[in-house]
C-alpha cells in the first residue's frame, strides 16, 4: 500500500492563474479530507468528501475553489483566479470505509506559491 | 460545529523531562481523539488516539488521557528525546469522520 500521494509536491503559479492538487488515497479508503496549513499555523478543514460525494465543504472558501472525488481517479482541490493569499501547504487524508471513527492517514502535501 | 483549542502553542523541555500538551473540545458528540506529529516539511503522522469509551491510553514514552465529562485531553511524552521535537496536533472527530484540529504546539527538547 502505497499511502496517500498527492501531487504535485511543489506547485508554482502566477496570480489569476488556476491550480489543481490531486489526491490519491490509500488502497480501500473511501473517505478523503482536504486541509490548508499556513506557515506556523495549524490544519484548517476544508472539506470532506467520500466517492462521489462532498459530504461537508464548510471549510472550503465560497469563491474559486471546488472540490471533487469521481468515481474513478483522484481527489481534485482546484483552485480557480489564485491570490497571493492561497499560498499554503495543503494537506490531503484519506481514511477506510469502516463504522466509526478510524484513523485519517495523510499524503505529505502540496505546496503551493502564488507568485 | 466543533471548536478544539490547544495550548500550549510552544514548549521547551531539557531531554529527559516531560512534556505535556493540553486539548479541549466543545462538542460532546465528539468520540474519537488523535495525536499527530508533524516534523519541518513533513506530513502529520498519527502517533496515539483515544475513543471515548476509554480513559488513558499508554504506548512506550507516549500517553493520552481523556476527561470526557470536562472535555478535555492531554498528550504525555515522558523521558523526552531531541527527536521528538516537532509540532504536535490534536484532533476531535464524531461519527462523521470530520477531523477538527487544535492549533499546534511546537515542542523543542533541548539536548
Known amino acids: 500500500n502505497a499511502g496517500v500521494m498527492q501531487n504535485p509536491r511543489h506547485l508554482v503559479r502566477r496570480r489569476g492563474q488556476e491550480a489543481r492538487l490531486r489526491c490519491s488515497p490509500m488502497?480501500?479508503?473511501?473517505?478523503v479530507y482536504w486541509y490548508r496549513q499556513l506557515p506556523e499555523e495549524g490544519l484548517k478543514f476544508m472539506v470532506y468528501?467520500?466517492?462521489?460525494?462532498?459530504?461537508?465543504e464548510s471549510g472550503m472558501p465560497k469563491e474559486r475553489f471546488s472540490a471533487e472525488f469521481p468515481k474513478e481517479g483522484p481527489s481534485i482541490l482546484r483552485i480557480q483566479q489564485v491570490v497571493r493569499g492561497d499560498s499554503a501547504a495543503y494537506f490531503c487524508?484519506?481514511?477506510?470505509?469502516?463504522?466509526?471513527?478510524?484513523?485519517?492517514?495523510f499524503g505529505q502535501g502540496t505546496r503551493l506559491t502564488v507568485v | 460545529g466543533e471548536n478544539v483549542e490547544q495550548h500550549p502553542s510552544t514548549l521547551s523541555v531539557q531531554e529527559g523531562d516531560s512534556a505535556v500538551i493540553k486539548c479541549t473540545y466543545s462538542d460532546s458528540a465528539s468520540n474519537y481523539f488523535p495525536w499527530y506529529k508533524q516534523e519541518l516539511g513533513k506530513r502529520p503522522q498519527l502517533i496515539i488516539d483515544?475513543?471515548?469509551?476509554?480513559g488513558e491510553k499508554k504506548d512506550q514514552r507516549i500517553a493520552v488521557t481523556l476527561n470526557k465529562t470536562a472535555k478535555h485531553f492531554s498528550l504525555h511524552i515522558t523521558e523526552t528525546q531531541p527527536e521528538d521535537s516537532a509540532v504536535y496536533f490534536c484532533a476531535a472527530a464524531s461519527n462523521f469522520n470530520k477531523f477538527y484540529f487544535g492549533s499546534g504546539t511546537k515542542l523543542n527538547v533541548k539536548p
Open positions: 488502497k480501500g479508503h473511501s473517505h
Open positions: 468528501l467520500q466517492k462521489e460525494n462532498i459530504i461537508d
Open positions: 483515544i475513543r471515548s469509551n476509554v
Open positions: 487524508a484519506s481514511s477506510p470505509d469502516r463504522g466509526g471513527n478510524t484513523e485519517a492517514f
